[in-house]
């Protein structure tokens, strides 16, 4: 069974950075879609960034387009999410998700795909 272990994530203030790290075991992650998702208190996971299978072609949501990239090291087999600018809205936990279709733009069900743990994120002055 595949795990994904997310790290990274801590506290900053508005205008920070953050950069979160999603390190797999037992999967290969060139060849899964690799995605970041987050979920702030009382609201739905929202979709952040995917970079497509076997590609370094990159998705963005629009909040996070221009602030947040995502980058895949195929030597360590880890994922990043380098976060700048943050705001207070980016409060979340963040989580990294490996699906084996080339989708992006939605949250990816947990159902066929791997989820890790998540992340916590808080930005406040």
């Known amino acids: 069974e595949p795990v994904l272990i997310e790290a990274g994530g801590g506290s900053a203030q508005p205008g920070g950075s953050l950069t979160l790290i999603c390190q797999p075991s037992?999967?290969?992650?060139?060849?899964?879609?690799m995605s970041w998702v987050r979920q702030s208190p009382g609201n739905e996971f929202e979709w952040v960034a995917s970079?497509?299978?076997?590609?370094?072609?990159?998705y963005y949501a629009d909040f996070a387009r221009g602030r947040f990239t995502i980058t895949r090291d195929n030597k360590m087999n880890r994922v990043y999410l380098q976060m700048n600018n943050l705001e207070t809205k980016d409060t979340a936990t963040y989580y990294c998700?490996?699906?084996?279709?080339?989708?992006?733009?939605?949250?990816?069900?947990?159902?066929?795909?791997?989820w890790g743990q998540g992340t916590q994120v808080t930005v406040s002055s």
């Open positions: 970079m497509l299978e076997r590609s370094e072609t990159t």
């Open positions: 998700v490996a699906s084996r279709d080339r989708r992006w733009g939605r949250v990816p069900p947990r159902a066929g795909n791997t």
């Open positions: 037992g999967i290969d992650l060139r060849w899964f879609t």
